[in-house]
């Protein structure tokens, strides 16, 4: 087993703000990690890190055996890296960015490699299109091959699926996983938890910290959470009835039925014990990837938000 | 391993110029700003201004000074808008700007024609818009005669001694240097190629921070003197083509006359270009938004003009200014122009300018390579 990214302490401030604050991750390599986090917590400052776009304040290791940050250049030109936002260029075609691409990195065969992207894409006959003017969907697959245009050894993909319908999330999927079987190994930041398990993976950052690691299942397990689910005719209605009560830190409809967590199993039954009665009925559930995450964040949220 | 391309800089030279092609809006900015620059420029500075406001103190009351108000009246340069009663209110008058000139007819003028001792006629001009007074002060001159050649037949014809009877004195308020329109078109060459040139990098380059495609660029290989080289040379053929049509439309349309000074005059223009299109470089790595980079480029914009000898004399501006100005490419660039198409001065005459021309685009290229930032930090 090879470490592809191995990095310690991990940061970076905008002026007083600190952005990322002493990340390490280590992922293997030909594995999918998948980084998770709400809005603003720091996962596209930490991508941007790791390819060299942003200098860190602090931190230090190896990726992909070469000395980091130092090597930073060297890093950038095996690693493929996809924007959050569509960042080609829209007033050229899907052939000329392509093309771009191909050139810039200095590959052998510029023509050979662009005909063989559009053609594994299915877009020979739209070779001609703006890139402006295709579809989320289309713009994100775009994106993706000119990221792995060079052949890279690590693949960092920022929201790459936000605004993409699902069929086309699936097969960025398929894509995905088929690379990783190459021997690619990638970072995805993602707000999706279907996609989250689809990762071998995940790495939780909240407000510039890295609170979870591990595979969906230990994530769930080391989160301590115990989660009771009750089914029964509007049953999602006693969530805000149940959120006061003591032991419970979590009550949020599912559907139409209601999941309350907790991290205290005697406390949370005690604050269920009068609900336990028709119609409702009641059966403890393992808690979803979301049920841990939401109760990651309650927990490490700052003081002020809390109380608020 | 961190040697220059010159594959990747032929990649973004190809897609620069791609994208030039496909505006439309460059092209509008290409040929449509130097065509209606000039001809609002050229014209409006070139034009003979006619009917400028005139103040009269007329102190005599004979035939002559009343003949040669009625043509002053029938001239179309002057428009007699105050008939004064005293030199101090004349003063005033020219002062506030309420006339551009002020006709002084002194008391004994008639007898004096007729005793042909060539009485003084003072013609006070505002002359802080020397473009405007300049023909008219010419025509002052002659315009008169005529009209003392019609008064003086009969009787009083042997009083017309020769070409004139009288003098016309002329004192320059405010500016007493003329510019001719020659001086004017030439220099809007440097004015409009710095001005479209500067925009267009500055704007071009900072469009690719705002659209998000810098982040495309960064995460590549390329080195900043690739993306430098790539993206400037296209602009450099717009300059080309810019300058070429500026110096044709100076030819036909205002007769400017070309006294031969072509070495000069080209290598100038290149050094000028690049140097112009270096600036917008150096602004777009410093402007973080188009907006930004349009405001930077205007405050190039107005001392350039002001201060570069384009409008104004240039000596006659106050020492600091001139020590402005001349850190301003657009000076240098003006006397090359003005001195190559009506000097028709040679390389060794212009070298001053040249040289310092050559200054400025190495001290900006090397100063927006080194500003060039790799990382987005
Ligand atoms: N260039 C920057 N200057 C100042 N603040 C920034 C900059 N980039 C990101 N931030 C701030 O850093 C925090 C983390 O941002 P980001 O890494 O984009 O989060 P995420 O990708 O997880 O949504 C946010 O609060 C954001 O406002
Ligand atoms: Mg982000």
Known sequence: MTLAIDVEGLSKSFGTFKAVDNISLQIEQGHITGFLGPNGSGKTTSLRMLCG?????????????????????????????????FSLYEDLTIEENLTFIARVYRLAHVQDSVDQTLERLGLTKRRKQLAG??????????????AVMHDPKLLLLDEPTAGVDPQARRDFWDRIHGLADEGMTVLVSTHYMDEAERCHEIAYIFNGHLIARGTADQVIAESRLVTFEAEGPRA???????????????????????????????????AIQSYRREPYRWTEVQPTLEDVFINLMRVHAPAEVKAA | MMG??????????????????????????????????????????????????????????????????????????????????????????????????????????????????????????????PAATGSAVAALSSLPIEGLKHDLKGPLASAAPGPQPFEVVIQRRYNPENITSYNIVPGLVATILTMTLVMMTSL????????????????????PIEVMVGKLTPFVVVGIIQAALIISMARILFGVPMAGGWAALILGLFLFIVGSLALGFLVSTVARNQLQAMQMSFFYFLPSILLSGFLFPFRGMPEWAQWLGTILPVTHMLRVVRGAMLKGVGLAEAAPSLG??????????????????????
């Open chain 2, 4 to 129: 220059l391309s010159l594959s990747r800089m032929m990649a973004v030279l190809t897609k620069e110029f791609t994208q030039l092609v496909r505006d439309r809006l460059t092209y509008a900015m290409i040929i449509g700003i130097p065509i209606v620059q000039l001809l609002l420029f050229g014209y409006a500075i070139n034009t003979d201004p006619k009917h400028l406001p005139t103040a009269v103190l007329v102190q005599d009351q004979g035939q002559f000074s009343r003949s040669i108000l009625g043509s002053l009246q029938n001239s179309e340069y002057f428009r007699i808008v105050h008939v004064a009663r005293s030199p101090a209110e004349m003063d005033k008058l020219i002062e506030r700007g309420a006339v551009q000139f002020a006709i002084t007819i002194p008391g004994d003028f008639t007898r004096r024609v007729v005793r042909r001792d060539k009485p003084q006629i003072l013609v006070e001009a505002d002359a802080s818009d």
């Open chain 1, 236 to 270: 999602d209605r006693l969530a805000r009835e149940l959120a006061a009560r003591p032991g419970v830190e979590m009550a949020a409809p599912f559907g139409e039925a209601l999941h309350v967590s907790g991290t205290d199993r005697a406390a949370l039954e005690a």
């Open chain 2, 356 to 377: 310092a021309l050559a200054l400025f685009v190495v001290i900006v290229a090397g100063l927006a390579v080194k500003q060039y930032r790799t990382t987005l930090d």
């Open chain 1, 53 to 85: 776009l942003l200098t860190p304040d602090t931190g230090h290791g190896q990726v992909l055996g070469l000395e980091f940050p130092r090597e930073a250049e060297a890093i950038k030109r095996q690693t493929g890296y996809m924007t959050q936002r």
């Open chain 2, 204 to 223: 071009a380059m900072t469009r690719e921070t705002e659209r998000g495609t810098m982040e495309t660029l960064l995460s590549t290989p390329l080195r």
């Open chain 1, 133 to 146: 003017q295709l579809s989320g969907g289309w713009k994100q697959r775009l994106a993706l091959a000119a």
